[in-house]
């Protein structure tokens, strides 16, 4: 079957080449080019190979309805600006190819046999010198990405294989620029969850700045202890290497893991003494006080679940819940090293600072009973090794070397 436009049938030498050529070598395009670039060689390859006047490529912006001309191929300098192809002047109706992109479909077109329904577009084509058109949508249903034109100067038809062929041709396009379209799309969402991720970070971390406030304002000696136990787990996890996302739970977790203490009366967090029973019960329960007021907040439920479990240790003896070993979460373990150590070389109100030497002692000690070892030997490692120490202004993310 022939698809005839003109009234005199000619044919080229377009099926004397490999069938297959003109795919294969606009595939070998698809994986590494970039999209201007795509469309423009396989415009050029199309043009050589169909021995056609010029090849052009439009992409449709919906938003504007307007086709925008992404890609020419042509040898004939006078083709590179046809105002026909821009449809700025153009209503609807009034072209080949604005029908070919409404229906979806291919359209097949001759100035000859269409110079009365579409009089403005024939005397635009006479006047280029082109009588020809073959129009394909570029089409990834259900969406039109825009159109492939095909257009020569003299009279020509179409053999069936050769239409279908320039389809197959067509929808590698549409392929491409979908795939493109899709990826620029993904690229905008991910950066629009980064921006929300970071306004929800800061979000979190204004909370856990106004929970450590409440803190200080009340027992100043707590305060200070959550930040230095911050600086310190926070570089306890970096050394480690932990993720990103675990090493922001134990900074947030480490600001504020002794909230839970604005429940215990100020007489017993300030005894000079010896605690009794009582005291001592009520001390150990603001690790549980702490996850019940996270829990009613915003913040991430892990963040909670750390501040509960920062005083579990290792061979099931902590408290409140006796959990042991990997029971314990990881960011849990570096928090309760890095409490013992700041808690041991500071001064307590019942108590002078005993040193951190003998903090570091205590945890080489019992590492492995009590404390993580591996936690434990970076601990060391950063303190003997790599001289860490507190900032003098306490804060919560810088750390000296």
């Known amino acids: 079957m022939r698809l005839f436009f003109s009234g005199k049938v000619q044919e080229s030498d377009y099926w004397g080449k490999s069938k297959n050529h003109l795919l294969r070598k606009i595939a070998e395009l698809l994986p590494n080019s970039e999209i201007e670039s795509f469309l423009q060689n396989s415009c050029d390859i199309i043009r050589e190979f169909g021995e056609y006047d010029l090849v052009w490529l439009g992409l449709w912006d919906e938003a504007k309805g307007l086709l925008r001309p992404q890609a020419i191929a ?19 109706s009034l ?9 979806a479909k291919p359209v097949l077109a001759s100035v000859a046999r269409l110079k009365k329904r579409y009089k403005e577009w024939a005397e635009v084509m006479l006047q ?24 020569s100067a003299v009279p020509r038809s179409y053999l069936d294989d050769e239409f279908s062929l320039l389809g197959e041709v067509a929808d590698l396009v549409a392929f491409k620029i979908h795939a493109h379209q899709e990826e620029e799309r993904r690229k905008a969402l991910e950066e629009e969850l980064a921006v929300h991720s970071r306004k929800l970070r800061k979000t979190m971390e204004m909370t856990i700045q106004a929970l450590a406030v409440t803190i200080e304002m009340r027992d100043p000696y707590t305060a200070g202890h959550q930040r230095r136990v911050t600086q310190l787990a926070s570089r306890i996890a970096q050394e480690m290497n932990l993720g990103e996302e675990e090493i922001v739970n134990i900074r947030l977790a480490g ?13 017993i967090l300030t005894k000079p003494g010896r605690l009794n029973d009582y005291e001592i019960s009520m001390i150990r329960s603001h690790p549980r006080f702490g996850f019940d007021i996270i829990k009613e907040t915003d913040l991430p439920k892990k963040i909670g679940e750390i501040i509960l479990q920062h005083h579990e240790r290792m061979d099931g003896s902590g408290y409140p819940a006796g959990l042991s070993g990997s029971e314990i979460h990881l960011e849990s373990r570096i928090l309760s090293v890095a409490d013992v150590v700041e808690a041991m070389s500071s001064h307590r109100p019942y108590r002078p600072a005993l040193g951190l030497e003998a903090a570091l002692e205590e945890i080489d000690q019992h590492k492995g009973f009590l404390f993580d070892p591996d936690v434990v030997d970076v601990c060391l490692d950063l303190f003997e090794k790599k001289r860490f120490s507190w900032t003098r202004d306490e804060s919560m993310s810088t750390v000296t070397h």
């Open 74 to 92: 042509t040898l004939n300098p006078n083709y590179n600006h046809i105002p026909l192809l821009s449809f700025k002047n153009h209503q609807p």
């Open 95 to 103: 072209t080949p190819e604005i029908e070919a992109l409404q229906k």
């Open 128 to 151: 280029c010198g082109l009588n020809n058109l073959v129009s394909f949508p570029l089409l990834v249903p259900p969406k039109v990405y825009g159109l492939l034109n095909l257009y």
């Open 255 to 267: 600001i504020v893991h002794d909230i839970g203490k604005i429940y215990v009366p100020v007489e």
